[in-house]
């Protein structure tokens, strides 16, 4: 691919392009160039867990590029089991705040986002729990490239914590809340860390 017109589909995909450079030869399928433009991946390892937010609002743009982040997460044979409730109502923040002995944050969050399963999505017993994490990953890696700061609280599998999102929230009793992500704008910097352990990996055998 000559410079120029690696230059354009860099610009026009906002990631950097490692195609490779030529003097000649055809311009790759959208689809193929997707798959060969490595996507920056800083933002695995900048990602921290925030639990204090300044009050600064998150717009509706910067929210639905998380929603867009969640439902692009894997799921079991694409099943994608998934709903999403959007919060940003200072009273229910602060009802959240109590759902779970870890979701304090939610008080002071600009927003949080609910992560759910629908039983009735779900083609593949049991998956739904990794569907719906790594749904929520995705939300805090997406927010962490926004500059958005980020916790994941657990609320699945702890039946009292279930319910009492589902009251605070009016979310029928055959959904499953399974975590919140509590949002906004950081009041507080984590540096990142290496948590890169050696003896936890092992090849080819244990």
């Known amino acids: 691919m000559k410079r120029p017109q690696r230059d354009r589909y860099q610009a026009a995909l906002g990631v950097p392009c490692r195609l490779p ?3 000649a030869g055809s311009i790759p399928a959208a689809s193929t ?14 990602r ?8 600064d609002p998150l717009d509706e ?13 894997p799921s079991a044979g694409n099943e994608q089991p998934w709903h999403f409730v959007v919060v940003k109502d200072r009273a229910l923040l602060e009802q959240l705040s109590q759902a779970s002995p870890y979701a304090q ?18 083609k593949h017993e049991g998956f739904w729990v990794q569907d719906c994490a790594a749904a929520t990953q995705n939300i805090l890696l997406e927010a962490t ?16 914590r279930e319910g009492a999102v589902r009251k ?3 979310i029928p009793s055959v959904i499953v809340p399974f975590s919140i992500v509590a949002l906004g704008y ?3 910097e984590k540096p990142p860390v290496d948590r890169y352990m050696r003896d936890r990996v092992h090849r080819e055998r244990w």
């Open 21 to 23: 450079l030529s003097d």
């Open 33 to 46: 160039i997707l798959f060969q433009c490595a996507i920056e991946m800083d933002a695995i390892f900048k």
């Open 48 to 55: 921290r867990s925030i639990r204090s937010f300044r009050r």
């Open 61 to 73: 743009p910067s929210l639905e590029k998380l929603l867009a982040a969640a439902m692009a997460a």
């Open 105 to 122: 944050p939610c008080a002071g969050a600009a927003a949080a986002i609910v992560v759910c399963c629908d039983p009735s999505l779900v």
């Open 145 to 160: 490239d926004l500059g958005i700061g980020s916790v994941w609280i657990g609320i699945h599998p702890r039946a009292e």
């Open 168 to 170: 605070i929230l009016s």
């Open 186 to 188: 950081p009041a507080e």
